[in-house]
């Protein structure tokens, strides 16, 4: 069986991909809260990865990095310390793990790092400078990592548009603006976290094993689309 480690597996999008794999993968879930879902194959840990050791972990097939930040302000408003927290969640938090945990990655059975950026990052768009700056760092990142770790590990990242989590409460609080986030995708329609889970579980699989140093935008047709 498959040991995948996952970053933030109680919360969002998170959540569905532990609910994706409960039944195929061994899977180690690090996250700040308490998981409610209780498995077999689930080992848990409770820990803020930006400050706290991270956890022994002696065999790995997969490392999934899941924390992120929506920080919508106009740069008058944004502070330096704005900057440096989103870069710390979604760019250093994923360097912390990655470097933990390479070694033991090396070793693994067709090995893979995912991460998560957004489209945030190609779509220029108002009081997204600080998410769309740290974005841009884990793309680069993706794209440096996979150079470096090829052939023996795949990196590769998610670009989601908008996702109804906890994070996007603020944006979907009520129907009129779902509305309105529906009406500006040409699909018409915004992101579930199954759709995204589905997806990371696709990457992180045999069937990717062509597939590194690649951003996949899950965008509803934002970014690609003109209509």
Partial sequence: MRKIIIIGGTKGIGKALVENLKN???????????????????KQFQMDVLEDE??????ADALIYCPGSINLKPISRLSLDDFKEDFNINVLGAVKVIKKYLPVLKKGNTPSILLFSSVAVKLGMPFHASIATAKGGVEGLVKSLGAELAPSIRVNAIAPTLTDTNLANKLLRNDE???????????????E????????????????????GQIIELDCGIVSFKI
Wanted: cysteine-free.
């Fill in 193 to 212: 976290p199954q759709e995204v889970a589905d997806m990371a579980q696709f990457l992180i699989s045999d069937k990717a094993a062509s597939i590194s």
């Fill in 24 to 42: 195929d993968f061994e899977i180690i879930n690090i996250s700040r809260t308490a998981s409610e879902l209780e498995y077999k194959n689930i």
């Fill in 54 to 59: 991270l956890p022994e972990i002696l065999e």
């Fill in 177 to 191: 603006m779902k509305k309105k986030m529906i009406e500006r995708h040409p699909l018409k329609k915004y992101l």
